[in-house]
């Protein structure tokens, strides 16, 4: 990596560390007065994000991304204000810092109390999409953090015109100097560097696909968050209502497949498999979904693609949709717990038993009964806007809100204890 | 590593896994009756546990261990006992499993919840004493999660007689083979290869010192929990109650200066500094600990050592104490969130303003006015036992108990909803 590049991130790591400790103790008002100057700056500064991510979208299309890859890309007049309106949103949401967790008298008379703090500095990398920028950043501060942004190279331009337009208003607004920090640079080594960045960086957060989750695993010596890995399944009981099933399965597969939420494998119990596989295979193949299955669901709807153990564990993120058929309950619990990513798992069952053990047993962020697993989002679970999803058991699991950007620390009061 | 070793960690991690998913869902009864089984077996086991004691005592002493490592080391009939009662006691504390966190109903009528599950399988290396093997394996256990043991080599063959004790009881009671596990080998490489054992193990607890930290730092694929690191500070503000503050600095220095809670700098207001260093470094002086001061700390006390920078980074764990006098209570904060390890700092104040800002602004997992930092231990907060201290911030900080070893998931019920 280039050595002027390795010094400016030292420096921008150095401010972002002591902005950290003046947005620890920053008043919500503060704060929030931040939020709405960033707001009102990308509105102001619309004509020239717009031009940015013009030159992005040129550069795309010379570099032959594809249409959707552009349209996650492309942002417009409504897109922008968009943003600003996420900001806000974030703005009149509740003050997670100071919280306090419980406070309780010992025998010696201290008194201890366990409260909400901010992590510090937060690193996230993230891919296409340039209102991630002004998302992340926006949670990052209403939580007390400082934030380091490592966007992808795709939409470098948009990103720095809206990186430096809401640090510009936030500094204006009070905050200090490089609480918001863009890495300015598309050299793929700066990510790698920004993971190992200890000493300034106390939280990574990938948000992107499998080659980012995998760069992370390998060099991230800073603690992460993994996010958004989703290989979800929808198990049909043979005691399910199938008229439910039906929709449920082709929503958590059509609706959305580039999703991590999407199913990418469908389990339907033998005793129900000939009665709703024809009929669910012909809605999903209308749709334009490839079908990949096993011997049993082959031989009940011939021609159809057949699945290799490699399919179990894909997440196609796109029209394939994998299909077993499974002896039972436990199977397809036992199928879900070796092959799943721990993201969405549904049941379609009219069983009490069978729904509370899938709902028990299934080792996942979140467990369906007789619902998409579509709706795992931090939007629809109610907690407003969203750092991504994670996939992992530490610290936090499902979606992120403000509260998975803290920590807790004790504050003990005494008159003199000793030990 | 041999060959045969690593096969055996393989089956041993497979094992786990599947132990885990029985425990996951297992009734608390269950569990409890494990517990009490392996506290009965330790029991009837003595012999046999302090013999193979006696044993790793005497390689030991060949391989010149020093005597306090001997002693940490060393069992006897009335530390057997303790390792019984730590196990009844965990069986007597609430079962974190299945604790509903909260659950709402959503407009489109999903009801949401969220459950406290297991982590799954828990790994954990440490050093010298043997009754972690027990209190480890209990709380593991009772919150449902299996483990995977990597004792020190210097206590090899106790921990091995203590493992088979309490992994034949629970197995009896009624708990899957597999769910406490040791890694009955000193190879070293057996340890990072345990770091690297992501399909099987969860979440790894290092316990131990910075040798074992480092490697962990280095090594690990698998998601930790940094336990232990303890460079404490003791600041004497210019309000403080000096009475106060002189058992308080001792306490912290002195009492038991092997542990991570211990005080290894003592920072003074320099308006106090004279008044209080003199007396303050006599009676350390005298209780035999050595003193590294600022060049402003040996001009009021002549004849001390000169500390250099890499004191203010040190954790000595022994009769040794940095001390710098500063010029105010933003240079003791400063101080302490650039050198400090994040573990337990205080403040002697009696100022209501400077014990507020202190206790805000200071990062750290316990933050004391008033009292010695050697109170942050899961015991004296209240929580029953322990598995470490966390020192870092994402899922737990500070003392862990049972409700450490645990981690969330998101119920949600449905009724054929989709997006």
């Not at 979904?289 to 894909?314: F, K, L, M």
């Amino acid at each position: 990596m280039d050595e002027s590049l390795r010094r400016t991130m030292l420096e921008q790591g150095k401010m972002a560390r002591q902005a950290a400790r003046f947005l620890a103790t920053a008043s919500t008002t503060l704060k929030n007065d931040a939020l709405l100057a960033m707001a009102k700056a990308l509105e102001n500064e619309t004509p020239a994000i717009l031009e940015a991510n013009q030159l992005d979208l040129e550069l795309g299309r010379q570099q032959g991304l594809t249409s959707a890859l552009l349209e996650r890309l492309a942002l417009n007049e409504a897109r922008v204000k968009d943003m600003a309106q996420g900001l806000r949103e974030i703005a009149a949401l509740t003050d997670p810092v100071g919280e306090i967790l419980g406070m309780w008298r010992r025998p010696n008379g201290l008194e201890i109390g366990r409260v909400r703090t901010p992590l510090g500095v937060v690193g996230i990398i993230y891919e296409s999409r340039p209102n991630v920028t002004a998302d992340a950043a926006g949670l990052c501060i209403k939580s007390g953090n400082a934030i380091i942004l490592r966007g992808g190279e795709e939409a470098l331009n948009s990103n720095r015109v809206i990186a430096r337009a809401i640090s510009a208003a936030a500094e204006t607004a009070g905050l200090p100097q490089g609480a918001i920090a863009l890495i300015d640079s598309d050299d793929k080594e700066a990510a790698v560097f920004l993971m190992q960045m200890n000493d300034f960086v106390d939280v990574l957060i990938p948000r992107g696909g499998l080659g980012l989750k995998k760069a992370v695993m390998e060099n991230a010596t800073v603690s992460y968050i993994m996010t958004g890995m989703g290989n979800c399944h929808v198990y049909v009981d043979q005691f399910a209502d199938l008229a439910k099933a039906r929709p449920i399965v082709f929503n958590a597969k059509v609706q959305r497949p580039s999703v991590c939420n999407a199913a990418e494998t469908l389990l339907v119990h033998q005793a129900v498999a000939s009665a709703f596989l024809p009929g669910m295979l012909a809605d999903l193949t209308e749709a334009g979904v490839e079908i990949r299955g096993c011997e049993r669901t082959r031989s009940i709807a011939p021609g159809i693609n057949s699945a290799t153990e490699q399919d179990w564990d894909q997440e196609y993120l796109e029209l394939i949709l994998a299909v077993k058929v499974v002896d039972g309950l436990e199977e397809a619990i036992d199928h879900i717990n070796t092959h799943g990513t721990g993201h969405s798992e549904a049941i379609v069952s009219e069983n009490y038993s069978h729904v509370r053990r899938f709902l028990a047993a299934v080792d996942a962020a979140a467990v369906y009964a007789n619902a998409s697993t579509r709706f795992t989002d931090g939007g629809v679970f109610g907690f407003g806007a969203e750092m991504g999803i994670s996939t992992q058991k530490l610290h936090a699991r499902g979606p992120m809100g403000l509260t998975e950007l803290t920590t807790t620390k004790f504050i003990v009061y005494g008159d003199g204890q000793i030990r």
